[in-house]
């Protein structure tokens, strides 16, 4: 039983026990007040835990871009061959238009909450160009010409997306890409080469993309970074 320390009584004193029925003595109660306040603060603390999103459209491009990547990585004795060359290109250029296509859609029908990505949209155009493009060739020269244009675009395309809508993922994918198109101009068209820095863009940009697409919500209040509706959300840990 609680015993009487001091001049303040606590529970189980005789003085609280003779109290009416019902009632509670004023030095308990609010010893149980404190001791709610303490329960909502920890629960509060609780419920504010961050819950991790991952969205969907960044960890479908990282995949393909990874794909061709580590396709092109275990190739090594095609990669002299124009035509697995240029059919790796396209097969990759073919992927983005779907996915541009598929995203532009989905914001499309969410335009209440997000804009259209547009953005991933002009990224789409400009894949399916080099694809038409890509096919229509059969110089070397021209297939590395195609593919460092590509690249270039993109840097513009999504540096400039970055900048100026919120896409912060968007700036290193478009420095990653300006670095592709400076490699492949410094290549001179050599084949083996230019297939061999884009899997080697791929990877990197894919690998980076993965991870940015496994990120955590901003706190209650804060503007998002992106506005994907494809994002799902996953309780935190």
Not at 102 to 129: K, N, S
Request: charge should be negative.
């Amino acid at each position: 039983a609680c015993r009487r320390e001091g001049p303040l009584p606590v529970c189980g004193d005789p003085q609280v026990r003779s109290a009416p029925s019902g009632t509670l003595n004023p030095d308990c109660e609010g010893e149980q007040v404190s001791m709610s306040s303490a329960l909502d603060g920890m629960s509060g603390e609780t419920s504010k835990a961050p819950s991790r999103r991952v969205d969907l459209s960044l960890l479908l491009r990282a995949l393909l871009l990874a794909v061709v990547g580590f396709a092109v990585t275990f190739t090594a004795p095609l990669h002299e061959d124009i035509a697995f060359n240029r059919a790796i290109f396209v097969a990759l250029c073919a992927a983005l238009v779907v996915l541009a296509a598929g995203q532009f859609l989905a914001t499309r029908r969410a335009e209440a909450q997000a804009p259209a990505d547009r953005w991933g949209l002009t990224l789409g155009v400009v894949a399916l160009l080099a694809g038409v493009a890509a096919i229509a060739t059969t110089g070397a020269a021209s297939l590395a010409f195609i593919v460092t244009v590509w690249a270039a675009l993109g840097a513009v395309i999504e540096i400039w997306r970055g900048l100026h809508s919120g896409h912060r993922e968007s700036l290193t994918t478009g420095v990653l890409a300006g670095l592709l198109a400076i490699a492949l101009t410094l290549a001179g068209g050599d084949p083996v080469a230019v297939i061999g820095f884009l899997g080697a863009y791929g990877i990197l940009a894919g690998v980076y993309l993965a991870i940015v697409a496994f990120d955590f919500s901003p706190a209650a209040g804060a503007t998002p970074t992106r506005a994907y509706p494809l994002d799902t959300e996953t309780a935190g840990s």
